[in-house]
């Protein structure tokens, strides 16, 4: 009941009740944003983009779903409408040559924590991180991911095994360097 008052306020146009849904989701919904983004500015513009369509949009919310859900799906088409802009996804990348660029950070814990594995996930070149976090973070299927990034199914599977192949390669190195 509270969150039907609150969208209906902020439909209305009460900048208080907007700030609150801002406060309410930008926490979870920035972390999104980080998955798809390079670095944290461009996670900030996402944000905000998407935060602006919200309420452009949220007449249209019916609450069928979550309203955490629906403006989740926001920012990741944020997201993905930047990246299409940018012209950064590749169909096809060759592996070897993203071995050599991953960084390590100068601080490695005993362990992998989210937040080492979400700047992990933000290394990976821009085709494989789309697809894995469509994939696995969205629950899309390949047929779905390569409908909405313009690629073929095949490349989807392709990208995702090659993002996963990377990210565990990462992962040994930095358990190996932790102990």
């Known amino acids: ?31 999104v944003c980080l998955r798809y983004s390079r670095n944290r500015e461009e996670a900030e513009e996402i944000l905000q983009e998407g935060f602006l369509k919200t309420f452009q949009f949220l007449h249209q919310f019916k ?24 012209r950064q996804l590749t ?26 594995l979400l700047q992990i996930i933000m290394l990976l070149p821009p085709a494989y991180k789309m697809v894995f976090n469509l994939y696995v973070f969205e629950g899309y299927k390949h047929r779905e991911i390569a409908e909405i990034l313009g690629i073929s199914e095949g490349t989807s599977k392709s990208n995702l095994s090659d993002a996963r192949t990377l990210l565990k390669k990462y992962i ?4 190996l360097i932790a102990k």
Request: proline share 2%.
């Open 1 to 31: 009941m509270i969150e039907a008052n609150l969208i209906k306020n902020c439909i209305a146009g009460d900048r208080h009740s907007q700030s609150a849904l801002y406060a309410m989701f930008a926490p979870k919904m920035f972390v």
């Open 63 to 86: 609450e069928e779903g979550s309203l955490e859900g629906w403006i989740r799906k926001i920012m990741v088409n944020c997201a993905l409408q930047k990246l299409r802009s940018k």
């Open 91 to 116: 169909s096809v990348l060759n592996i070897e040559s993203y071995e050599n660029e991953f960084v390590l950070p100068d601080s490695i814990e005993e362990r992998v924590s989210s937040k080492d």
């Open 172 to 175: 040994n190195k930095e358990t």
